[in-house]
Structure formats: structure tokens, C-alpha cells
């Protein structure tokens, strides 16, 4: 038996969108919920940052190497921009949303996966170059919160981007229901949240860690 809340909505006449309703509809009660634990995230985060500033001064990286002799703010800048585009193209599939535009929101939501596993791939492959460089989280504590902050936030991307694949389903198989609506605005904050972490880490652990 299906639910209402399987139903197929119009997203442009959703009360959502709407200047004028002042009351509280599903969508955007949920979105509210959702809020509540990018909140919790952003405390999560806030732990990291400051585990990695108290460990982040020269005598913390023991006999090993500090950020300076090891990372890459270019190489590093060219992951800024696939995750800023991501968000910008995921930003097109909420303009799509609003339109009612299925083929729209698949395809904005395509290149914005696609963006995210660049991204996530450029990670990988940096991860890999330290590793060979001996750069690991055993050789000192500076080191261990370096890969603490930088994998979470690694780790929040891939979860974003099965979830993005979780709604091309959803998405092609119910059309846009109220779950389906609100779980892509609920996604749509969860990736905005995490280009902002991403400022945060390539600014004081990227270009601060090389200027060091």
C-alpha cells in the first residue's frame, strides 16, 4: 500500500516555495529536522578543527615532516573548484526542482555526482602520494589529526555521493513525491554544508599548513 507521502507533487506549487504560507508543511518541517543534524555535523567538525589546531605546531609532527613539506595548495585548488562546480550544478538541479523539470534534476544532479567523484578521486590520489612519501598518521599527532579532519570530510563526500545516487533512483522510479522533495533539499543542504567545511580546511590546513 503506498503512503501520501508517495503521492506525486507539483515542486513549483509546493507551499515550500510559497511568500505567503506561514504554516508548517511536511517538506519543510523535515528540512528543519534535517538542519538540526547538520548542526551536530558542523559540531563534529568543529571538534577536528580544533584537535587539529592544537596539534598543528611543529613540535606536535615529532622528527616527521609538517604540512609544509608535503602538501600541494594547487593540486589542493583544483579540488576546491570540482566541489564549488558540484554544488553549483546540484544548485541547477534545485532550479530544476522548482520548474518541475524531471529531465533537468537528473541531468543537474548527474554532473554534479560527476564533479563530487573527481573530487573524491583527486583525494585519493593525494592520500596515495603522501603514503608513498611516508606520510602517514602513525608518524606523529599533528599527522593523525591532518588524516582525521581531511578523510571525515573525505568520508561525508562519498556519503553524499551514494545518496545522490539513491535519488537518480528514487527520482526515475517515484517521480517527485513529497519524500523524494524533500530529500533532495535535505541533500541540497547536507553538500552546501560540506563546500563550506572545505573552505574552512583548505584555507587553515592547506594554505596556512604550506605557509608554516
Known amino acids: 500500500m ?3 507521502h508517495d503521492v506525486s507533487i507539483d515542486p513549483s506549487q509546493a507551499t515550500l516555495w510559497s511568500d505567503d504560507y506561514e504554516g508548517h508543511d511536511v517538506i519543510s518541517t523535515r528540512t528543519f529536522g534535517f538542519w538540526m543534524y547538520v548542526l551536530s555535523d558542523g559540531m563534529l567538525f568543529a571538534t577536528l578543527f580544533a584537535a587539529y589546531g592544537v596539534l598543528s605546531y611543529s613540535h ?8 609544509a613539506q608535503f602538501v600541494a595548495p594547487w593540486y589542493t585548488f583544483i579540488q576546491t573548484m570540482a566541489l564549488f ?3 553549483l550544478a546540484y544548485g541547477f538541479a534545485m532550479t530544476a526542482l522548482k520548474q518541475g523539470n524531471k529531465t533537468g534534476v537528473i541531468n543537474a544532479i548527474i554532473a554534479s555526482m560527476v564533479l563530487g567523484i573527481v573530487f573524491l578521486g583527486l583525494d585519493i590520489h593525494d592520500v596515495l602520494r603522501m603514503i608513498g612519501m611516508g606520510v602517514t598518521p602513525e608518524v606523529s599527532g599533528g599527522l593523525s589529526a591532518f588524516y582525521a579532519l581531511t578523510q571525515v570530510h573525505a568520508a561525508h563526500i562519498f556519503v553524499g ?10 527520482i526515475v522510479r517515484q517521480g517527485f513525491s513529497e519524500d523524494v522533495v524533500g530529500r533532495l533539499l535535505s541533500l541540497r543542504m547536507f553538500w552546501k554544508f560540506q563546500a563550506v567545511m572545505w573552505v574552512f580546511i583548505y584555507v587553515f590546513v592547506y594554505l596556512w599548513g604550506y605557509m608554516s
Do not use: A, D
Request: hydrophobic share 40%; charged share 0%; aromatic share 16%.
Open 2 to 4: 503506498s503512503s501520501t
Open 60 to 67: 606536535s609532527y615529532y622528527t616527521g615532516p609538517t604540512p
Open 85 to 87: 562546480l558540484s554544488v
Open 161 to 170: 555521493l551514494l545518496w545522490m545516487l539513491v535519488m537518480l533512483y528514487q
